[in-house]
C-alpha cells in the first residue's frame, strides 16, 4: 500500500475531496463550502481553501464569488480530449525547451528532481504517493517554465485546467491497483527521458516522450475504471458517455 506522510495538509485535503467528488459523495452541480468541507475532512480552512482552488484549476470544480465551489459536470470524452490537449502543449513546452537548451539552474533543479523521484519509484508497494504527487507536480511545472515562452506557460496552464488533464490528477484508489503502480515506473522513465532529450538539444524527442506521456494519464484512469467500473455511474458526468 502507498503511503502518505501527513506533512502536507493542502495535499492530503485535495486527494480527499478529489476522492469524494468522484465516488459521486457530491452531485454535478452541488455547491461546497469551506467551512462544511473543513468540518467533515476534519482539517482547517487553510488547507481546504486551497484544495478547492486546486481541484477548481483541475477542472473538478468552479469556484464561486461567495467562496465556494461548485462540482462541474463532464464527460468521459472531456475528459480523453483535455489529456490529449495537454499531451499537445507539454510536448511544445519539451521542445522549445530542447531546443534552447535549458538553463543551467533549470537542468540541475530537473535532474534533483527526477533523482528524488527514483528513490520514491524505487520504494515500489512502501512508495509514498503523496511525495511522488508534489515531485511530479513539480517536474511539470518547472518543464512549463523551461520553455521559456509567457505564451506557452499560459496553454499549457490552461491545457492542465480540464478535468483529469493535470498531471497530479491521482486518485487515492490508484494507489491499491498494482497495474498504476507499475505505471509510475514507466512514467518515471518518461521523465528521465526528456531531461535527457532536453539537455541534448533534442526538440523532436522531447516533444514525442511528452506527449507520450500525458496518454499514460488515460490509460490510468483506464486501470480505475477496470478496477472499478462503477465509478463510471458515479462520477459526474461519465455515466453519458460509454468507456
Known amino acids: 500500500m502507498l503511503r502518505r506522510n501527513g506533512k502536507n495538509q493542502a495535499l492530503v485535503a485535495k486527494l480527499e475531496l478529489r476522492k469524494m467528488i468522484l465516488s459521486g459523495d457530491f452531485a454535478a452541480g452541488e455547491r461546497l463550502?469551506?467551512?462544511?468541507?473543513?468540518?467533515?475532512?476534519?482539517?482547517s480552512r487553510t488547507p481546504v481553501r486551497e484544495a478547492l482552488n486546486d481541484l477548481a484549476h483541475e477542472g473538478l470544480l468552479e469556484r464561486l464569488a461567495n467562496g465556494g465551489a461548485m462540482v462541474r459536470m463532464f464527460s468521459f470524452d472531456d475528459v480523453v480530449d483535455a489529456i490529449e490537449i495537454?499531451?499537445?502543449?507539454?510536448?511544445?513546452?519539451?521542445?522549445?525547451?530542447?531546443?534552447?537548451?535549458?538553463?543551467?539552474?533549470?537542468?540541475?533543479?530537473?535532474?534533483?528532481?527526477?533523482?528524488?523521484l527514483d528513490q520514491v519509484v524505487d520504494g515500489d508497494d512502501d512508495m509514498d504517493f503523496t511525495a511522488y504527487t508534489e515531485l511530479n507536480a513539480r517536474f511539470h511545472a518547472l518543464l512549463r517554465d523551461m520553455a521559456g515562452s509567457e505564451t506557452i506557460r499560459r496553454e499549457v496552464t490552461r491545457a492542465t485546467g480540464m478535468p483529469f488533464a493535470s498531471p497530479s490528477a491521482f486518485l487515492d484508489v490508484q494507489a491499491e491497483i498494482r497495474e498504476f503502480r507499475r505505471s509510475l515506473i514507466?512514467?518515471?522513465?518518461?521523465h528521465h527521458g526528456i531531461l535527457d532529450a532536453i539537455a541534448a538539444r533534442d526538440g523532436g524527442r522531447a516533444e514525442q516522450i511528452a506527449r507520450e506521456h500525458a496518454r499514460l494519464a488515460l490509460?490510468?484512469?483506464?486501470?480505475?475504471?477496470?478496477?472499478?467500473?462503477?465509478?463510471i455511474d458515479r462520477v459526474p458526468g461519465l455515466a453519458l458517455v460509454s468507456a
Open 186 to 190: 514507466v512514467a518515471q522513465a518518461h
Open 219 to 231: 490509460k490510468n484512469l483506464e486501470y480505475v475504471m477496470t478496477h472499478d467500473r462503477s465509478l
Open 86 to 116: 495537454r499531451g499537445l502543449m507539454e510536448g511544445l513546452a519539451a521542445r522549445s525547451a530542447a531546443i534552447k537548451g535549458g538553463d543551467p539552474d533549470s537542468l540541475a533543479e530537473m535532474g534533483h528532481i527526477v533523482a528524488a
Open 33 to 43: 463550502f469551506e467551512s462544511a468541507v473543513s468540518e467533515r475532512l476534519g482539517l
